[in-house]
């Protein structure tokens, strides 16, 4: 009965413990204000207050999962508007390595842009630099496909491809 009393005890408090990616417990604090899908692409804000100030986040998301239990890794793309315009995060599954196409926007079955993803290899989080992140936005305004082809930690050989019409839509 005591070992019972002491598992609920520890699943009650583990929502005090949480933690966000940078290690702050503040995970659970984000109110939602909006979300929307469209297709892969996902659309959302939320907000909270810290500090007596109100902080509010908007963002386009892409989450493709390219392994499940027990070893889960995604592959994501979040678009965040930022106080001088959007960045763009390239989250990648651990010991990811690009192929020879590394990371490419296609209209029409032709190479519109494209971007050397072996710079991003040693990162989990790869924030693309101001001019990737302005060829890539531009590209998905008129481009058909974004497309990935890398091999994961496991040594698979990997290819996704995302619609860019729902992008545009959540955009």
């Not at 207050?49 to 592959?75: G, M």
């Amino acid at each position: 009965m005591k070992s019972w009393v002491a598992i609920v005890a520890v699943i009650w408090a583990a929502p005090v413990f949480a933690q966000n990616a940078q290690g702050s417990g503040d995970i659970g604090r984000w109110t939602s204000l909006h979300y929307e899908a469209f297709g892969l692409w996902e659309a959302a804000c939320d907000q909270r207050t810290t500090s007596e100030r109100l902080e509010t986040r908007c963002y386009v998301r892409v989450i493709d999962p390219v392994a499940y239990r027990p070893n889960y890794n995604a592959l994501t793309l979040f678009v965040v508007e930022g106080d001088n315009g959007p960045f763009v995060e390239l989250g990648l599954p651990e010991r990811t390595s690009f192929g020879p196409d590394g990371i490419v926007v296609t209209k029409d079955g032709a190479l519109i842009w494209s971007m050397d993803g072996a710079r991003c290899e040693t990162v989990d989080l790869c924030l693309l630099e101001p001019s990737e992140r302005e060829g890539l936005l531009a590209a998905v305004a008129e481009g058909e496909t974004l497309s990935f082809a890398f091999t994961d930690g496991t040594g698979e050989a990997l290819m996704r491809s995302w619609p860019l019409e729902d992008a545009r839509a959540a955009l």
